[in-house]
Every structure is written in structure tokens, then in C-alpha cells.
């Protein structure tokens, strides 16, 4: 472990995300190479930004009374997404609002570093709230060998159907837990010159090897609660989609560097439908219980 972490510290400072002097020493999970790869920061569509990594999705929606941020990837990344964000034309420091799709490492890892920074709030679904205040240690699957991020305080507890506005852009919160307790799903709507676009950025179901399905000591309704989220992404409408990982909507076929605005690129119902399909019958193998099983009621 002391060696993959070594190397992981010398691969980010290669990629430019040094985790500075001062930083807590973290247990470092195994991941892949393209988590820390450059991508080139472009606009999807309207006043939605993309400034993440080759495979770890941020977003930035600019508003002008501030941004919104939602996702960091994983820790030491803010010195890329700071990049990002001012090669775009927008000032760094005008991020009001932090969000976060779920609290794993490689979503989360610099939320606590770019809050320092821009003095934004933090809103994050109750339920991974406390994951977050102990930098993951308490997540229940890859938890209990300390820190995985810098522990972060929350400034505002969100629940399902919750609004998160600023500067006249409206995101709604979408609950759709299993892959962590608090995992959400973002629902906004952009404008551009010409139309609007319904947008969502999904929190795709997947499930970790080490989740036990129907139900586990540290998660006991983690079975219900991936019935209800796979029962609810089939009927969610949109005109784009995204997600967490670029990987899952293929963000490296749709858009390549250089590439001009395009917001239809990101038009595909049926790769979104095929993916939650495959989630769906991954479900159904790993469960012990019959999928159809009622979902719970929120």
C-alpha cells in the first residue's frame, strides 16, 4: 500500500494535482490512470460547463451571481479544476455552491480543499453527510481504514425533491440512493441563445463488488433502496444526460478536444436506457431477492 500510494502521489503531481505540503495523510484506494488525466474544460450547453477530468466528471454551472460546482474528483484535483475553470473566462473564486453526485473519494476528494479556497457552501443529500465529516471513513464499503479525503463540514443537508438555486438557475435534487446512502441525481434546465435543454446529471446505480445484496451489517436496506433507484431512472425525462464517470455516457466519442459547441452531441435516451438496463439485470444476479420486490416509498 505504501508503494501504490507513492506512486499515486507522483502520478498526481505529474498531472498537476499536488496534494501540498500541509495535506493529511490518506488512505489511498486502487484507481485507474484516466481518473487523473487532463481533459480539455468546454461548454455542453448553455451556461453548463464541463471542467473535470478524462473520466471523472465536474460540472460548472455560471450564473451571475456566482457558480455552481458539482464534483471534485479526487483529492489534490483543485489546482486542475482551478485551471479549468479560468481557461474557460470564469473567475475561481465566484464558486458559491459545492454539490456532490455521492461521498466517494473520487467525487468528493477536493471538496474540502475548494471550499477553503472559495469560501463556498457545501450541500449534500443528510444521509452521506456524515461520510463527509470523516473523509469516508464510515462508508460502508470501502470504510474503516481512515480518511480517504479531507474531512468536510456541511453547510446544508439536502433530501430529495430539494431545490438548490442561485442566480436564476434552479437545480433539483433527485435521492437515488444504493451506490452510497446519499447519492443524487441533478435536474437543471440551461438556456443558450437559441433553446432551452433539460438537463440531467445522473448518479448511475453501479454496484462495488463489496456491496452485499439484498442487505449488509453497515447498510441493511442498501437492497430496497437500489430497487427503488432502478425503478425511478427509467422515468426520468431529459433532453441531455451525463454522470459521474465520462466512461458511462462516452464522453470521449461525443466530444473530442477542439470540438465546437454542440449540445445534441450529449441527445442519446438510447444509451441512457441501455446502461440503467444493465444495471438492472447486474441487480437482479446479485440479489437474493426477487427484483420486483416493492420499492420503498419516499
Given at each position: 500500500m505504501q508503494q501504490l500510494q507513492r506512486s499515486i502521489a507522483?502520478?498526481?503531481?505529474?498531472?498537476?494535482?499536488?496534494?501540498g505540503s500541509g495535506?493529511?495523510?490518506?488512505?489511498?484506494?486502487?484507481?485507474?490512470?484516466?481518473?487523473v488525466r487532463d481533459q480539455e474544460p468546454f461548454r455542453i450547453a448553455g451556461n453548463l460547463?464541463?471542467?473535470g477530468t478524462y473520466d471523472l466528471c465536474s460540472y460548472l454551472l455560471t450564473t451571475a451571481k456566482g457558480h455552481i460546482l458539482i464534483n471534485t474528483g479526487l483529492p489534490?484535483?483543485?489546482?486542475?479544476?482551478?485551471?479549468?475553470?479560468?481557461?474557460?473566462?470564469?473567475?475561481?473564486?465566484?464558486?458559491?455552491?459545492?454539490?456532490?453526485?455521492?461521498?466517494?473519494?473520487?467525487?468528493?476528494g477536493a471538496i474540502a480543499a475548494i471550499k477553503k479556497e472559495t469560501g463556498a457552501k457545501l450541500m449534500i443529500e443528510e444521509k452521506d453527510a456524515p461520510v463527509m465529516a470523516d473523509g469516508g471513513n464510515s462508508d460502508f464499503d470501502m470504510g474503516g481504514h481512515g480518511p480517504m479525503?479531507?474531512?468536510?463540514?456541511?453547510?446544508?443537508?439536502?433530501?430529495?425533491?430539494?431545490?438548490?438555486?442561485?442566480?436564476?438557475?434552479?437545480?433539483?435534487?433527485?435521492?437515488?440512493?444504493?451506490?452510497?446512502k446519499g447519492a443524487c441525481s441533478f435536474?437543471?434546465?440551461?438556456?443558450?441563445?437559441?433553446?432551452?435543454?433539460?438537463?440531467?446529471?445522473?448518479?448511475?446505480?453501479?454496484?462495488?463488488?463489496?456491496?452485499?445484496?439484498?442487505?449488509?451489517?453497515?447498510?441493511?436496506?442498501?437492497?430496497?433502496?437500489?430497487?427503488?433507484?432502478?425503478s425511478e431512472m427509467p422515468k426520468?425525462?431529459?433532453?441531455i444526460w451525463l454522470s459521474s464517470h465520462a466512461s458511462q455516457f462516452d464522453l470521449q466519442?461525443?466530444?473530442?478536444?477542439?470540438?465546437?459547441?454542440?449540445?445534441?452531441?450529449f441527445f442519446d435516451r438510447p444509451a441512457y436506457d441501455a446502461e440503467i438496463k444493465t444495471l438492472q439485470e447486474t441487480y437482479r444476479r446479485r440479489n437474493a431477492s426477487n427484483f420486483n420486490e416493492p420499492a420503498r416509498v419516499k
Open positions: 507522483i502520478l498526481l503531481v505529474f498531472m498537476g494535482l499536488g496534494l495535506a493529511q495523510k490518506l488512505y489511498v484506494p486502487n484507481f485507474d490512470s484516466a481518473w460547463y464541463y471542467v489534490g484535483s483543485d489546482t486542475m479544476i482551478r485551471r479549468h475553470v479560468e481557461a474557460l473566462g470564469f473567475k475561481f473564486s465566484d464558486i458559491k455552491i459545492l454539490l456532490a453526485t455521492h461521498a466517494h473519494f473520487d467525487h468528493v479525503f479531507e474531512p468536510v463540514k456541511v453547510d446544508r443537508l439536502l433530501h430529495d425533491k430539494d431545490i438548490v438555486s442561485l442566480g436564476g438557475t434552479s437545480v433539483l435534487v433527485l435521492h437515488h440512493p444504493g451506490h452510497t435536474a437543471v434546465t440551461v438556456k443558450d441563445e437559441t433553446r432551452s435543454y433539460r438537463v440531467l446529471i445522473v448518479n448511475m446505480p453501479s454496484i462495488l463488488s463489496e456491496t452485499k445484496l439484498p442487505s449488509m451489517p453497515s447498510y441493511p436496506e442498501v437492497g430496497r433502496d437500489y430497487a427503488y433507484t432502478l426520468m425525462q431529459f433532453d466519442k461525443k466530444h473530442k478536444p477542439g470540438d465546437g459547441y454542440h449540445p445534441e452531441a
